[in-house]
Each structure stands twice: as structure tokens, then as C-alpha cells.
């Protein structure tokens, strides 16, 4: 169906492309939003262009637009823009080319609001779901400055590194968390289905059963008897965790609380974190933002509360005249090779590229402790899903074999 806005006045709104020619005969072609074709054209004529063609756009409902498709437009525009395409035009080009019909649509209301004069970064403050204060701050320095070609592509790479991060901290723990969930479901079906098969059998025998039978018939008897309200405390629970973790603060804090101390995932958890920190802060600081400005958006780009709070407490000390170094080293959450790195930047006066280093660092870690775990992982997985089995398989096979002995 067409693409549907609401407009100032409340009426629908779509997008029209169109062709034409200017004052110059010249070919030309873009989109617009409207109510329909006959404000296309008003709009077209006061513009000086003479319509040839019009069409409304139609598109399919949109998926959902993630972190990675802003990293593709930010390269798209970055890239146009170095090549001398105009702001506006470089949008249609983007927009067009999309597979995303809900990036076409996010693209589309951005260009209608910088087609009427607002700023880039304005246009993009009012969609902060998609564009941080990061994002908008950088491109408002861009904008300032005149080189918004330059300080898009910088952060197109720093977006791009940062989404390479997250995809390897998703490749870690995909592969544990598919075979729990593959295990428990083995494990809920072998109670329900296939322990109770064995008890019939063993309710014959007229004699007492070993202590781990016992247990695992136990266990079996209250799978069958609450195998919906298991599943439903399992599935409710984790949507209720899922989303008080979104909209919490205080659930947030503790669920990063906890990952920071989870054994050998915390540990690439943290690095992750501190990587996503120096790599934001360099990329802002070399933009030319000032450094309290640039910790204003650099705590919610690391990805972590408590790292949140603690850059508060950094720009509130840095804004009272403290170094950097040393408001750092008063968190006592980075380590020390950080702080050192921090303070030669500081007295070197190369802050950016010092902390551009450390987060290569911590990115090369991360890089690494994906790989060993990726290797360790399913060694220690398979002895645990063994013992899990092994121990249910034997605990049912005693009676048989104590059977077997008074035979």
C-alpha cells in the first residue's frame, strides 16, 4: 500500500515521486510528501520545475530498522557526499535503493524536513530511536564546520566497528544458548514421555529402586504434572526480563551489574564495553567536539549502565577542571593500561588517537576471546549435556541391572 504520514494538519500524507524538467530544460527527478498530486505540482511549479510525471510510491509494511541499516545509510551519504552529490539528492539516491521499505520511509520524513530548512542534525534529533546524541552531535559539528562528507565517514567507521563488536559478542553466546535451550527441551521430553514408560515398567518388578531412580521418577512426576506452568514461568519470565531491561533503568543496572561478573563471559563483556567507549570518545574528540560535550553522548554508546553513570561523574569532574586520566582513575572501572593511555594522550596532546589504540586493543582482545571460547565452548558443553543425559540414562538402567544380579 502507499506510504502514510500524518501531516502538520492532520491529513494523510504520501510519497510521490516525480519527474521533470527546470527552468533550464534540464532532466530532473526526486520525491515528495503530500496529500496528493495536486500539491505535488503547486509545490513543483513555485520550485520552477515542470512535472512530466508523477507517482504515488508503493511499498510493503516495513521490517524492522536496525543498528546495522544506519551503518549503511551513514556510509551511503558519506560516500555521496564526497562525491560532490547535493545533500537532498543524495537522500533520494539512498532512499531508492533501500530493500528496507522502513528505512525508505525514515529517509523520506528526514529529507522532507530538510527540504523546508531544518538543519540535518534537527532532522535527525526527532527520530532518536535511530540517531543517538552521538550521531546527531557529530553531524551537527559536520554541519557547523563544513565537512559533514569527512564526519560522516568517520562515523560510518565507527559505526561499523561497533556493529562488527556486537555481532562477535552475539557469536559467542549464540552457540551456549542454543544448546541449553536444545537440552532442555531433550531433557522435558525425556521426563514427560519417556520416564514415565520406564516407571509402568518398573512398578512390576515388586522391589524397591535405587535412590537415583527414585529422584529422576520424582523429577518426571512433577515435569507431568506442571510441564505447562514450567514453561509458561520460562517463557513469561524471560519477556518480563526482556522487557523491564528496555524500559528500567534500575533492572538494567543490575542485569549489567551482572554480566560485568559473570564468569569468562564478563570478562569479554567488559573488554567489549571499554572498547565501545574509547572508540566513541576518540571519534568525537577527533570531530573537534569538546571533550565535555563529547562525554555527554560517549556513556549511553558504550552499552552499559553502570559505564553510563560513571561518565556522568567524569564530565561533572572534568567540567570542575580534572583531567581526564584522573577522573577516570576515580571510577576505578577501566584498567590501567587505559588510564595510562589516557594520560599520555592528555599530555601529548594526541587524546583521540591514544584512545583510537586502546580501543584497537580491546577490539583485537575481544577478537581473540571469541575465537578461544568459540573453541573451549563446545568441548565443556558436550561433557555437561553428557552428564545430564548419562546420569538420567544410568539412573533408569539401575533397576535392570539390579534385576539383572538377583536373576
Given at each position: 500500500?502507499?506510504?502514510?504520514?500524518?501531516?502538520?494538519?492532520?491529513?494523510?500524507?504520501?510519497?510521490?515521486?516525480?519527474?521533470?524538467?527546470?527552468?533550464?530544460?534540464?532532466?530532473?527527478?526526486?520525491?515528495?510528501?503530500?496529500?496528493?498530486?495536486?500539491?505535488?505540482?503547486?509545490?513543483?511549479?513555485?520550485?520552477?520545475?515542470f512535472?512530466?510525471?508523477?507517482?504515488?510510491?508503493?511499498?510493503?509494511?516495513?521490517?524492522?530498522?536496525?543498528?546495522?541499516?544506519?551503518?549503511?545509510?551513514?556510509?551511503?551519504?558519506?560516500?555521496?557526499?564526497?562525491?560532490?552529490?547535493?545533500?537532498?539528492?543524495?537522500?533520494?539516491?539512498?532512499?531508492?535503493?533501500?530493500?528496507?521499505?522502513?528505512?525508505?520511509?525514515?529517509?523520506n520524513?528526514?529529507?522532507?524536513?530538510?527540504?523546508?530548512?531544518?538543519?540535518?542534525?534537527?532532522?535527525?534529533?526527532?527520530?532518536?530511536?535511530?540517531?543517538?546524541d552521538?550521531?546527531?552531535?557529530?553531524?551537527?559539528?559536520?554541519?557547523?564546520?563544513?565537512?559533514?562528507?569527512?564526519l560522516?565517514d568517520?562515523?560510518?567507521?565507527?559505526?561499523?566497528?561497533?556493529?562488527a563488536?556486537?555481532?562477535?559478542?552475539?557469536?559467542?553466546?549464540?552457540?551456549?544458548?542454543?544448546?541449553?535451550?536444545?537440552?532442555?527441551?531433550?531433557?522435558?521430553?525425556?521426563?514427560?514421555?519417556v520416564?514415565?514408560?520406564?516407571?509402568?515398567?518398573?512398578?512390576?518388578f515388586?522391589a524397591?529402586?535405587?535412590?537415583?531412580?527414585?529422584?529422576?521418577?520424582?523429577?518426571?512426576?512433577?515435569?507431568?504434572?506442571?510441564?505447562?506452568?514450567?514453561f509458561?514461568?520460562?517463557?513469561?519470565?524471560?519477556y518480563?526480563?526482556?522487557?523491564?531491561?528496555?524500559?528500567?533503568e534500575?533492572?538494567?543496572?543490575?542485569?549489567?551489574?551482572?554480566?560485568?561478573?559473570?564468569?569468562?563471559?564478563?570478562e569479554?563483556?567488559?573488554?567489549?564495553?571499554?572498547?565501545?567507549?574509547?572508540?566513541?570518545?576518540?571519534?568525537?574528540?577527533?570531530?573537534?567536539?569538546?571533550?565535555?560535550?563529547?562525554?555527554?553522548?560517549?556513556?549511553?554508546?558504550?552499552?552499559?549502565m553502570?559505564?553510563?553513570?560513571?561518565?556522568?561523574?567524569?564530565?561533572?569532574?572534568?567540567?570542575?577542571?580534572?583531567?581526564?586520566?584522573?577522573?577516570?582513575?576515580?571510577?576505578?572501572?577501566?584498567?590501567?593500561?587505559?588510564?595510562?593511555?589516557?594520560?599520555?594522550?592528555?599530555?601529548?596532546?594526541?587524546?583521540d588517537?591514544?584512545?583510537?589504540?586502546?580501543?584497537?586493543?580491546?577490539?583485537?582482545?575481544?577478537?581473540?576471546?571469541?575465537a578461544?571460547?568459540?573453541?573451549?565452548?563446545e568441548?565443556?558443553?558436550?561433557?555437561?549435556?553428557g552428564?545430564?543425559?548419562?546420569?538420567?540414562?544410568?539412573?533408569?538402567?539401575?533397576?535392570?541391572?539390579?534385576?539383572?544380579?538377583?536373576?
Amino acid at each position: 500500500m502507499a506510504t502514510q504520514l500524518a501531516g502538520a494538519s492532520g491529513a494523510k500524507e504520501f510519497v510521490f515521486e516525480w519527474e521533470g524538467k527546470d527552468r533550464n530544460g534540464k532532466l530532473v527527478r526526486g520525491e515528495t510528501r503530500a496529500s496528493g498530486e495536486n500539491q505535488v505540482q503547486a509545490t513543483l511549479r513555485r520550485r520552477g520545475v515542470f512535472v512530466t510525471r508523477i507517482k504515488k510510491r508503493r511499498m510493503r509494511a516495513g521490517r524492522t530498522i536496525k543498528p546495522k541499516h544506519i551503518a549503511i545509510f551513514t556510509r551511503q551519504l558519506a560516500t555521496l557526499l564526497k562525491a560532490g552529490v547535493p545533500l537532498l539528492q543524495s537522500f533520494d539516491v539512498v532512499g531508492r535503493g533501500n530493500p528496507n521499505p522502513g528505512v525508505t520511509r525514515l529517509l523520506n520524513d528526514i529529507r522532507a524536513d530538510v527540504e523546508t530548512g531544518t538543519s540535518l542534525a534537527t532532522a535527525f534529533r526527532k527520530h532518536p530511536t535511530h540517531f543517538n546524541d552521538l550521531y546527531c552531535n557529530l553531524v551537527e559539528t559536520g554541519e557547523t564546520a563544513g565537512m559533514l562528507d569527512t564526519l560522516l565517514d568517520r562515523l560510518a567507521t565507527y559505526m561499523e566497528k561497533t556493529e562488527a563488536l556486537k555481532s562477535k559478542i552475539r557469536s559467542a553466546l549464540m552457540y551456549p544458548t542454543a544448546v541449553v535451550l536444545v537440552a532442555f527441551v531433550v531433557v522435558a521430553v525425556i521426563m514427560i514421555f519417556v520416564i514415565p514408560a520406564f516407571k509402568e515398567v518398573f512398578s512390576s518388578f515388586g522391589a524397591d529402586l535405587p535412590t537415583p531412580t527414585l529422584f529422576v521418577i520424582a523429577v518426571s512426576e512433577f515435569f507431568v504434572s506442571w510441564w505447562w506452568l514450567i514453561f509458561a514461568v520460562l517463557i513469561g519470565g524471560t519477556y518480563f526480563l526482556a522487557q523491564s531491561w528496555k524500559r528500567s533503568e534500575k533492572v538494567r543496572m543490575v542485569m549489567d551489574r551482572l554480566l560485568l561478573r559473570l564468569p569468562i563471559f564478563g570478562e569479554l563483556v567488559r573488554k567489549s564495553v571499554i572498547a565501545r567507549w574509547t572508540r566513541s570518545l576518540s571519534t568525537m574528540f577527533a570531530a573537534g567536539v569538546p571533550l565535555v560535550e563529547s562525554l555527554e553522548s560517549v556513556g549511553g554508546a558504550s552499552g552499559n549502565m553502570l559505564y553510563r553513570q560513571a561518565t556522568d561523574r567524569i564530565q561533572q569532574e572534568v567540567a570542575t577542571g580534572s583531567s581526564l586520566a584522573a577522573a577516570m582513575a576515580d571510577t576505578r572501572i577501566f584498567p590501567g593500561m587505559v588510564l595510562q593511555m589516557t594520560a599520555i594522550g592528555e599530555e601529548s596532546g594526541a587524546l583521540d588517537h591514544m584512545l583510537g589504540k586502546a580501543a584497537d586493543f580491546y577490539e583485537s582482545e575481544v577478537d581473540e576471546m571469541v575465537a578461544g571460547l568459540s573453541s573451549l565452548m563446545e568441548p565443556i558443553i558436550i561433557v555437561i549435556l553428557g552428564i545430564i543425559i548419562g546420569g538420567i540414562v544410568v539412573a533408569m538402567y539401575l533397576p535392570i541391572f539390579k534385576l539383572g544380579q538377583v536373576v
